[in-house]
């Protein structure tokens, strides 16, 4: 990815395969798009309001009003994670359910709590841009994707 409207893109034909019950690990430096993919995600997904990384609440949620129900979006941030009763005690275990999708930025600092992912997204700084890598782990994370590169490839 070239820039920022690039990661924009990105996440906008990612938002045309999320589903609810996805678990999505973003992988990266500071700086490397995460929250921005989230932001055009989410955009693409008709929330018109400000995205920013949940560095020190740990969490956002956003409530997408869909055609017949309500789809909601975790962000997590956890770069400032430090132990794992927090994760506990704040009943964070709760929002990974069938209903939900769940976004995680720096899921290393909580591997042990966290579930496994359907999908890791990982980004790359390079001199000219970004890299970005995908893999899925598991069925759902593996049609999710199949869709996003039907999506990439109409284009």
């Known amino acids: 990815m070239d820039d920022e409207a690039a990661t924009l893109a990105f996440g906008k034909q ?13 992988h990266g430096d500071l700086g490397a798009g995460k929250t921005t993919l989230v932001r055009g995600l ?3 997904l008709g929330y018109a309001g400000k995205v920013k990384s949940p560095t020190y609440t ?3 949620n956003y409530k997408i009003e869909q055609a017949l129900s309500v789809l909601n979006l975790y962000h997590f941030d956890l770069y400032r994670f430090n132990d794992d009763e927090e994760w506990e005690a704040a009943g ?5 359910n069938a209903e939900s999708v769940c976004l995680i930025e720096w899921p290393e600092k909580a591997e042990k709590v966290l579930p496994l992912p359907d999908i890791n997204i990982t980004f790359t700084i390079l001199v000219t841009g970004r ?3 995908l893999d899925a782990p598991t ?3 593996s049609e999710c994707l199949t869709q996003v590169m039907k999506e990439i490839s109409s284009r």
Not at 14 to 26: C, M, Q, S, T
Not at 92 to 96: E, M, S
Request: hydrophobic share 50%; net charge neutral; charged share 20%.
């Open 14 to 26: 990612l938002a045309n395969a999320i589903e609810p019950g996805l678990v999505l690990y973003l």
């Open 139 to 141: 069925r759902h994370g």
């Open 58 to 60: 740990l969490v956002e």
């Open 92 to 96: 964070f275990r709760d929002y990974f």
């Open 131 to 133: 890299k970005v890598t």
């Open 42 to 44: 989410l955009h693409a």
